[in-house]
């Protein structure tokens, strides 16, 4: 446990008498002697056993008390409860800062979702095995009207058949396409 060194203080200056000769220091080296270990284990059952933080919490309270003269001079009986109280609302006031405050603050960025080009390789396969499983009809109408986005009119100019029977091959095509893809397992 890290240990706080106070700058060395005359009581008297602060206190106006009273354990003259002793420094802020020595009090403070001897408040952290008696009460920091059991301070530490009541501060890491309110942490939910999260050492670091406890002792950060411990650390903290001892400088409030550093900071607060009444509670080092010792005559006045044990500091304990006050010390228990101090580190208690230290730890309620971070838990409520994080609850108003839920994100992380990080020194690095989350990694971002990368497509994965596999996914998209196998779906090309199994979309290529099952246009094989058409007719060449089948198949010429199916690239000719979705694969090159030609209309039904011009499907028809480019194979050299009628719009009706690009519309009906196109119909069975897909139905056919369907089957072979379920059959394979499918796409994404």
Partial sequence: MTTLVAPARPVGVRRGGGDVGRTDSDLLRALHDEHARALNAYVVTLTNGDRGRAQDVVQETLLRAWRNPQVLDQS???ARSWLYTVARR???????STRSR???VTDTPPERAVADATDLAVDRHVLVAA???LTPEHRDVVLECYY???SVAQAAAALGI???????RAHYALRALRVALD???GVR
């Fill in 76 to 78: 006045r009986g044990s």
């Fill in 90 to 96: 230290i730890v309620i006031d971070e838990w409520r």
């Fill in 102 to 104: 839920p994100e992380v």
């Fill in 131 to 133: 246009l094989r499983t």
């Fill in 148 to 150: 090159r986005g030609s």
């Fill in 162 to 168: 009628a719009e009706g029977t690009v519309k009906s």
């Fill in 183 to 185: 059959e394979m397992g």
